[in-house]
């Protein structure tokens, strides 16, 4: 599973929770969220926080290997800038597709059995071109409020990816193209002129990112990487 910091689910929690609270005690009724009801499709834009990483399967090399003792995943931070395109299907769902650049930064740690080897990491930067496309699931509105869940499919291409230059012939390269799994939850507010939705998700790689190189021993300890993804956002629409 993708291990995400306790701190930042509990985090998420706790703003959400408080957020309803004094929205809910300064707002009675659903005067603001009649209006935007009768709209068919509204766009928008979203700005978001990332937590990046990679799950990484060891290969029957590395049980071999004497000179790699652990490869190790380190999460690194980013932020996100997107559009979002929201359709509404029937009462209680919405398709959504919210085209969105991407800044990640994710690590893989390699170390040796040895103490008098430091552990070396193979920093990958990343500008990604994401393309996801979403099922939303809403409730019923309360005071200009409503809770969600979403769920869906997203593609991405890594347009600063390093896997094509002879620069990277000695580093574990990493493929430009994913493909992911995402699922997450939020709340709207409804306000007179736009609406305001915080929202976090998760995102599971599906496909092996992992470029083999069985020239290099970096790569051969390694059967497969895929790509974990802890996402923050800010929709702002209408």
Do not use: W
Not at 141 to 153: E, H, K, Q, S, T
Request: some cysteine; proline content about 5%; glycine content about 6%.
């Amino acid at each position: 599973m993708f291990s995400i910091h306790r701190k930042e689910i509990v985090s998420i929690f706790v703003f959400l929770f408080f957020s309803v609270c004094v929205f809910s005690q300064s707002h009675r009724g659903n005067y603001n969220f009649l209006d935007f009801q009768q709209k068919p499709y509204y766009f928008g834009i979203t700005l978001g926080y990332n937590s990046s990483n990679f799950r990484i399967f060891h290969s029957s090399e590395f049980i071999l290997n004497d000179s790699i003792s652990s490869a190790e995943s380190v999460t690194g931070p980013g932020f996100n800038l997107g559009i979002v395109s929201n359709l509404k299907v029937g009462q209680y769902f919405d398709f959504r597709f919210l085209p969105t650049l991407s800044f990640a930064e994710r690590n893989i740690r390699y170390s040796s059995p040895s103490d008098s080897r430091p552990p070396y990491n193979r920093k990958i930067e990343s500008v990604l071109v994401e393309m996801p496309f979403h099922i939303r699931y809403k409730s019923a509105p309360y005071n200009d409020m409503r809770l969600f869940i979403v769920a869906g499919i997203k593609y991405s291409f890594d347009v600063a990816s390093d896997s094509r230059t002879r620069q990277a012939d000695e580093l574990v390269k990493i493929a430009p193209t994913d493909f992911a799994f995402e699922y997450g939850a939020g709340v709207q507010f409804f306000f007179p002129y736009f609406i305001f939705s915080p929202e976090f998700k998760v995102s599971h790689g599906i496909s092996n990112i992992l470029i083999f190189n069985e020239e290099l021993e970096q790569s051969t300890v390694i059967q497969k990487i895929l790509s974990r993804t802890f996402t923050i956002s800010l929709h702002f629409e209408g």
